[in-house]
């Protein structure tokens, strides 16, 4: 989970992986990062790996090359500036065959989510996304506010 923040995504997956299977909560935010290690440790989770790191660098995740399944970046691209390293780094720590999992706010609400100059529509986070060598495998419903994409890191890399 790039961006982990308040650790629901990471949560969530931990508990359908049924403690099998490797989590990685990243983020640059040392705080958030404690509260997630407590309270995976609350629950039992001895799946979840805690990363503090700055993803807007290269090797940013210090995960290897790649090594995971799956990496899910749901609210973080309004946040960070240099968007094609962090979509660098999710192709690069994925398998072939790996998938990305996008969920970002679809507009500026007036008071929640980001200011509307920092929103990344559906379309750039696209662009962005096959930027970096990913291919659409589809969109996906995330709630009124957001919109949701997947792509794939094509198997002949």
């Avoid at 399944?69 to 390293?85: M, T």
């Avoid at 559906?122 to 994409?149: N, S, T, W």
Wanted: net charge negative.
């Amino acid at each position: 989970d790039f961006g982990a923040g308040s650790g629901a995504y990471v949560m969530a997956i931990a508990e359908c992986l049924a403690h099998a299977g490797h989590v990685y909560a990243i983020d640059i935010q040392q705080d958030l990062l404690r509260r997630i290690k407590n309270d995976t440790h609350k629950r039992g989770y001895k799946n979840v790996e805690i990363v503090w790191s700055d993803l807007e660098r290269p090797y940013g995740s210090k995960l290897a090359d790649n090594h995971v399944d799956r990496v899910v970046i749901s609210n973080l691209l309004f946040q960070v500036e240099d968007k094609d390293v962090l979509m660098s780094e999710a192709y690069r720590i994925l398998k072939p065959r790996g998938l990305l999992s996008i969920v970002d706010w679809s507009e500026s609400f007036g008071g929640i989510g980001p200011h509307k100059k920092d929103v990344v529509t559906k379309d750039a986070a696209l662009a962005m996304m096959q930027r970096a060598g990913f291919e659409l495998v589809r969109e996906f419903e995330a709630g009124a506010h957001h919109y949701g994409i997947i792509g794939l890191k094509p198997s002949h890399v």
